[in-house]
């Protein structure tokens, strides 16, 4: 079967650096996105990676190894905003997206 | 300005009553979907649509139907409405690509449904 593993939940703090791992089995790999959603509302699109390596988008950027089967976000320089829950999704071999539960990120001051 | 609008955004209603939840975009996406969300679980795609006049069913089993006449709205129905339905529905549409390309989602902001 097909399936994303992340962190449940994880705690920061204000100002620090965190790393949202993602770990993924699918049949196929056709890219794999990042998205926030915050507590009521509509997920949004953070990050995009096809290629491996590291996608850098201000605080935040993105790693992906294929032949491991791992992604990582990583957030720089948190803000109390940025609690929210941080979703992982993989477009497997027939361009289908598979989503991780989330992992929700609770900053503290 | 370009968004997705999701009505009614909250809904509480009597089991076996028939319900309609409201989606429509103003991007001009040919693809649209609706997700399935229930507190610290995956998305569940239950529905697609390639563009007007096509519909499909997505990997979780569903009891609801959905249409797509115009390109910017897509109407999912209950027609007899369950507790087991309970449930947050995410609207979502993307431009229409093939291979590893990023066609990004955009969400609606949800339609939290309450069957009693």
């Known amino acids: 079967g097909q399936n994303i593993d992340q962190p449940t939940e994880m705690t920061a703090t204000e100002g620090a650096i965190v790393q949202i791992n993602c770990t993924y089995q699918?049949?196929?790999?056709?890219?794999l996105f990042w998205y926030q959603q915050h507590a009521g509302e509509a997920p949004t699109f953070l990050s995009y990676n096809v290629l491996d390596g590291l996608e850098e988008k201000g605080r935040f950027s993105s790693f992906l190894s294929r032949s491991k089967g791992y992604s990582y976000l990583l957030l720089k320089e948190l803000q109390m905003k940025d609690s929210a829950s941080y979703l992982c999704?993989?477009?497997?071999?027939?361009?289908?997206?598979?989503w991780g539960a989330g992992t929700k990120l609770i900053i503290k001051p | 300005e370009a968004d997705i609008y999701q009505t009614p955004r909250y809904l509480v209603i009597g089991t076996g009553k028939k319900i309609t939840l409201e989606c429509s975009q103003t991007?001009?996406?040919?693809?649209m979907y609706w997700y399935q969300q229930d507190p610290g679980m995956e998305l569940h795609l239950i529905h697609y649509s390639y563009g007007v006049n096509s519909t499909e069913k997505g990997d979780l089993s569903s009891e609801s139907t959905v249409s797509r006449i115009r390109t910017e709205h897509f109407p999912l129905t209950l027609e007899s409405a369950r507790p087991s339905h309970t449930s947050q529905y995410l609207c979502?549409?993307?431009?229409?690509?093939?291979?590893?390309?990023?066609?990004?989602?955009?969400f609606g902001a949800g339609s939290r449904l309450t069957v009693l």
């Open positions: 991007m001009g996406h040919d693809k």
């Open positions: 699918t049949s196929g790999f056709n890219g």
């Open positions: 999704a993989v477009k497997d071999s027939n361009y289908q997206l598979i």
């Open positions: 979502a549409s993307s431009e229409l690509s093939t291979g590893d390309g990023a066609n990004v989602l955009t």
